[in-house]
């Protein structure tokens, strides 16, 4: 994708009713980074990922995962269509 530097850049990760985790987003060569605590994360519990965008106040979302699984070995994930 394109970067810009007005843009901030932060990824939710959603499960229902609980509270979102959230982290600050690195943009560099056409990839999105953001970093989580593993210790935040429940093990076998669907999140979705959102990743949102802020330019000039005006914020857009984009859903790129759900079924997000973290386990002991890894994780999964079912991509959005």
């Known amino acids: 994708g394109i970067g810009n530097g007005d843009i901030s850049y932060t990824v939710s990760l959603s499960c229902g009713g609980a509270s979102d985790i959230t982290a600050g987003a690195r943009y560099e060569n056409g990839i999105c980074t953001a970093s989580f605590d593993r210790s935040e994360l429940t093990e076998n519990t669907a999140y979705s990922a959102v ?13 790129f995962s759900e079924e997000l699984y973290f386990g002991e070995n890894g994780c999964s994930w079912r991509n959005v269509p």
């Open 51 to 63: 990743l949102s965008l802020e330019y000039h106040g005006e914020v857009r979302n984009v859903i």
